[in-house]
């Protein structure tokens, strides 16, 4: 059957991803995004000139579809940027990734000796079962390590604790790391061509990467499709095995759209539940216990032209609220309005209707100003204006649970032929952006009768800032003899 309407539900990497190729093979679509703005969490806020990348979003891939489109798109607006990010712990800052020999020089000797203690009791008496993030992190770096550099930051995050996260997103997000292999690189150092962990460099476009997605609307409507902002999806129609349509509510009416294809990207609990008719019960039900992080954005306009060189900051500190805090003008200089000041994005995780969530914007930007003072990064009184960035649904939680969750609610949308879920809340992974636009142009490629399991993606590959090229030098070699000595988990 020809396709002559493709309904996308959502406008963030993935959705616009699946429209822009579309686009390429002549089929118009239409893209309903919930926001009044395209990008999804990759989008770009401007306030009073000052660009905001909410999350912050790195583009380097491995990919080269993705690596393409981005190019196509930004062509000389892509630059390269030096890479640097740290962690905050204790008033000092640590180099990200840990090296070995500096994370020990500032911990000081009683300390240093505490974590190598605790990494060899790890190689001898190792977590079992490894079925969460505590006990994978501790195997590889030992309980000591985990509790500095993992422990507070990551419970920030996901508002749980660590030993409720599931193992699989530690191995997804720090795949092939453990402190053998960091102290090999410290002594030794990596040469070109072997692994190189989290990477120097990356690509940033100029103004953002809201800039790449308002671009791409742009040319998927001069194409004859179209974008609708402020649509929130409220039903998705089946019969059989098809999806038929699609209902979007805009300025304040329903309106139904008549679908050969959908492919979704809004959370997929969420598309389980809009459903028409509604899904069995069981699917039902699973599909209301995924559960999401949200997070919002303190943008502090500072009235310094410097305040650090990071990209951003980790905040391992107990007594601060804030996890990350991103200095916008290191990733580009059109990112501020002023060169005379920097913007700074202090990011505090939480959920919906807690009390973060609920706290007026005036009050989180004096407890973001209070916070920055505090770890004397600035004073307070530099803080001189700000902005309030809310972002619901950021993070698919990964509960023990999930992944069952997950089986169920696939078998079900699986008998729906002409419908896919794509992106990271439509398939509720922890994708990065390219593997988000990676899952669209794979599902794209499956309505003109190609076969791909877009789930497969990023569940097999190493994590994106991780990098394996060329074969093993003697150094390699020599590492995974020490493997043997020290254990797999080396």
């Known amino acids: 059957m020809a396709l002559e309407k493709v309904i996308i539900i959502g406008a963030g990497p993935a959705g616009l991803t699946a429209a822009y190729e579309l686009s390429k093979l002549g089929v118009r679509s239409i893209v309903l995004e919930k926001g009044p703005?395209?990008?999804?969490?990759?989008?770009?806020?401007?306030?009073?000139g000052y660009r905001i990348d909410v999350g912050g979003h790195r583009f380097f891939t491995k990919v080269p579809e993705v690596e393409a489109l981005w190019r196509e798109v930004l062509?000389?607006?892509?630059?390269?940027?030096?890479?640097?990010s740290r962690i905050y712990y204790d008033r000092k800052l640590f180099a990200y990734p840990l090296r070995l020999g500096d994370a020990l020089e500032k911990l000081g000797l009683p300390e240093s000796a505490r974590i190598v203690l605790s990494y060899l009791r790890a190689q001898v008496f190792a977590?079992?079962?490894?079925?969460?993030?505590?006990?994978?992190?501790?195997?590889?770096?030992?309980?000591?390590l985990f509790e500095i550099f993992f422990k507070s930051y990551t419970e920030k995050v996901w508002g749980i604790p660590c030993s409720?996260?599931?193992?699989?997103w530690a191995a997804q997000r720090i795949q092939n790391l453990s402190l053998l292999r960091a102290s090999w690189n410290a002594v030794f150092g990596q040469?070109?061509?072997?692994?190189?962990?989290?990477?120097?460099?990356?690509?940033?476009?100029?103004?953002?990467?809201?800039?790449?997605?308002?671009?791409?609307?742009?040319?998927?409507?001069?194409?004859?499709?179209?974008?609708w902002l402020d649509a929130e999806v409220?039903?998705?129609?089946?019969?059989?095995?098809?999806?038929?349509?699609?209902?979007?509510?805009?300025?304040?009416?329903?309106?139904?759209?008549?679908?050969?294809?959908?492919?979704?990207?809004?959370?997929i609990g969420e598309l389980v539940a809009s459903?028409?008719?509604?899904?069995?019960?069981?699917?039902?039900?699973?599909?209301?216990?995924?559960?999401?992080?949200?997070?919002?954005?303190?943008?502090?306009?500072?009235?310094?032209?410097?305040?650090f060189p990071d990209n951003w900051i980790y905040i391992h500190e107990p007594n601060v609220r804030v996890a990350r805090i991103q200095n916008f003008k290191n990733w580009s200089a059109d990112m501020v309005a002023d060169p005379g000041?920097?913007?700074?994005?202090?990011?505090?995780?939480?959920?919906?209707?807690?009390?973060?969530?609920?706290?007026?914007?005036?009050?989180?930007?004096?407890?973001?100003?209070?916070?920055?003072?505090?770890?004397?990064?600035?004073?307070a009184v530099d803080a001189e204006d700000g902005v309030v960035i809310r972002q619901p649904k950021a993070y698919p939680v990964y509960t023990g649970e999930y992944e069952s969750y997950l089986q169920t609610i696939r078998r079900f949308l699986e008998t729906l032929s002409n419908l896919q879920t794509v992106g990271r809340n439509g398939m509720h992974m922890y994708n990065n952006q390219d593997h988000s636009m990676l899952t669209a142009m794979l599902a794209v490629r499956n309505l003109f009768g190609e076969k791909h399991d877009v789930w497969s993606v990023n569940v097999e590959r190493a994590y994106h800032e991780e990098m394996r090229v060329s074969s093993p030098s003697g150094a390699e070699r020599s590492l995974r003899a020490l493997r043997k000595v020290f254990g797999a988990r080396a």
């Open 37 to 48: 703005r395209v990008g999804g969490l990759a989008r770009t806020e401007i306030y009073k």
């Open 75 to 84: 062509g000389d607006d892509l630059l390269t940027r030096p890479r640097l």
């Open 127 to 144: 977590y079992r079962p490894e079925d969460t993030f505590e006990a994978w992190v501790s195997n590889r770096f030992g309980r000591r």
């Open 164 to 168: 409720e996260i599931s193992a699989r």
């Open 191 to 227: 040469r070109d061509g072997q692994i190189r962990s989290l990477i120097q460099a990356f690509e940033y476009p100029r103004q953002g990467p809201g800039m790449l997605w308002e671009r791409v609307a742009g040319i998927v409507a001069s194409c004859g499709s179209q974008v």
């Open 234 to 267: 409220t039903r998705v129609l089946y019969r059989d095995d098809r999806a038929i349509g699609v209902a979007a509510r805009r300025d304040g009416r329903e309106e139904m759209i008549e679908a050969d294809a959908v492919i979704s990207t809004m959370p």
């Open 275 to 307: 459903l028409d008719p509604p899904a069995p019960d069981a699917v039902r039900a699973v599909a209301s216990r995924l559960t999401y992080r949200d997070f919002l954005t303190v943008a502090l306009v500072v009235n310094r032209a410097h305040v």
């Open 341 to 379: 000041k920097t913007c700074l994005g202090l990011e505090y995780f939480c959920t919906v209707e807690d009390d973060v969530w609920r706290m007026g914007d005036t009050d989180l930007i004096r407890m973001a100003a209070t916070e920055l003072e505090r770890l004397g990064l600035a004073q």
